[in-house]
């Protein structure tokens, strides 16, 4: 039997991006049936007291920059540490996940390339002409896509990630929780794995021993 993960991640995150086609590989090793969780970052960051980028501390900016160049180089994929179109308005790109995911059909392929057109191809993707552009190179139908993420339907939930991110314990992007239990960051994929792996009960924050 399939076993369901929450991804919960937003389309503005450049670790997303660097984690994404890892994280989608790992799942279909282990037969995951994957639930899409695009989440308005910035308002989970108000409920768990995180900070947007440029509030942050010098310190953690610089070594931000570190990180990436190392990750980028671990995983061999192009990114740009300054891309021009950062940050952007990503709601809608955001609720064309949930709107795709509606229609049953599985978004990872539209999740790439938009992660890609931020990073690696410097492409303003709060532009509703090249979110659909996305979908169509996913191999996706894009009619009536940009209406479908205007709903009332998709617009309350994707309010509701927020609340349910932060039940889940959910306080940054990538997140990957597995039968409860969360992985915070594509650095963690390697954990997630051995867990999978193992078949192990899933660890819990409130454990004694």
């Known amino acids: 039997m399939s076993r369901p993960i929450d991804y919960y991640f937003t389309l503005l995150s450049p670790w997303t991006y660097l984690g994404h086609g890892a994280f989608i590989e790992l799942a279909e090793k282990h037969a995951l049936t994957v639930r899409y969780r695009p989440t308005p970052l910035r308002s989970v960051f108000d409920e768990t007291g995180g900070l ?21 180089a671990r995983r061999g994929l192009p990114l740009t540490l300054f891309p021009k179109f950062f940050p952007y308005d990503v709601s809608l790109a955001d609720r064309i996940v949930l709107a795709i995911v509606a229609r049953g059909k599985d978004p990872a392929g539209f999740i790439g390339e938009v992660l890609a057109d931020v990073w690696a191809r ?39 990630a927020i609340a349910e991110a932060v039940e889940a314990g959910v306080f940054g992007a990538p997140s990957y929780v597995q039968d409860g239990e969360i992985f915070w960051g594509q650095d963690r994929l390697d954990l997630l794995a051995d867990a999978l792996a193992s078949g192990r009960a899933a660890y819990r924050s409130d454990a004694t021993a």
């Open 52 to 72: 947007p980028l440029p509030k942050r501390h010098p310190v953690r900016q610089r070594y931000r920059l570190l990180e990436l160049q190392r990750w980028r």
């Open 122 to 160: 410097e492409q303003d993707m709060s532009r509703p002409e090249l979110v659909l552009a996305a979908t169509e190179r996913a191999g996706l139908d894009a009619t009536g896509l940009i209406e479908a993420a205007g709903s009332e339907a998709i617009g309350q939930a994707y309010q509701a």
